[in-house]
């Protein structure tokens, strides 16, 4: 159980290009989905909290209409990339929590979504 | 703001116990976690730890938290070449969902 999905597990883009990640909770329902950034080698990086029906929650220093996230159910939540650059080339991995769970519980991570922005 | 700390990398003989070492600041953190991440993936979640427990065991895997010095470690036994992965420990913010990561510790397990 408990399993996340994201699509597309890769994608490459011209640069000033739009380019959207799905993440799907596949067995479960998700009142938050998180999405982070991974560098390689590094750790991942907290962008923004999506909570289902209400606005996303950025993390400070992540632009909001560079990065923008629609949670519509509580299944799924998108996150676009506009206008992408080669400096957006990363890791990009959701994750979800359960609906129902108590603060501080479990995020289930989707496998990732490499973007190379050309 | 909060910080999580990891050694970068650790290698193991097989069949030898792993020892990955963290350590926190946010001393509100209710939940501590350990995810493994192998090449190309996403985070598993390995094992979690309640932060008013000392310690916790789950198969080959025993999670040691000191609250004191705010250090967690995870101990793998019986270290196998499929262990070989990135291992992350992640405390959550203020007690809410929010997770702070380590930088990752790299273990590397040679015959």
């Known amino acids: 159980g408990a399993v996340v999905s994201q699509h597309p597990s890769w994608v490459i883009c011209k640069s000033g290009t739009s380019v959207k990640i799905e993440c799907r909770s596949l067995?479960?329902?998700?009142?938050?989905m998180f999405w982070y950034r991974q560098f390689p080698k590094q750790s991942l990086m907290l962008m923004a909290t999506?909570?289902?029906?209400?606005?996303?929650?950025?993390e400070q220093g992540v632009e909001k209409d560079k990065f923008l996230i629609n949670h519509a159910s509580l299944t799924l939540s998108t996150l676009t990339v506009t206008s992408a650059h080669p400096e957006d080339s990363s890791f990009y991995i959701c994750?979800?929590?359960?609906?129902?769970?108590?603060?501080?519980?479990?995020?289930?991570f989707g496998p990732g979504t490499r973007l190379t922005v050309l | 703001g909060e910080d999580v700390e990891q050694s970068l990398f650790l290698s193991v003989r097989e069949g030898d116990s792993s020892v990955i070492n963290c350590t926190y600041t946010?001393?509100?953190?209710?939940?501590l976690y350990w995810y493994k991440q192998e090449p190309g993936a996403g985070l598993q979640l390995l094992t979690y730890?309640?932060?008013?427990?000392d310690m916790k065991q789950d198969q080959r895997l025993t999670v040691l938290l000191n609250k004191k010095d705010k250090h967690l470690s995870l101990r793998i036994a019986d270290t196998q070449t499929g262990d070989s992965a990135i291992y992350f420990c992640?405390?959550?913010?203020?007690?809410?969902?929010?997770?702070?990561f380590g930088a990752g510790t790299r273990l590397a397990v040679h015959p």
């Open positions: 994750s979800a929590t359960p609906l129902g769970v108590g603060l501080g519980d479990t995020q289930y």
């Open positions: 992640a405390e959550s913010e203020g007690g809410y969902n929010k997770l702070i």
């Open positions: 946010d001393s509100s953190s209710t939940y």
């Open positions: 999506s909570n289902e029906g209400s606005k996303a929650t950025y």
């Open positions: 067995d479960f329902q998700a009142t938050t």
């Open positions: 730890i309640f932060s008013n427990m």
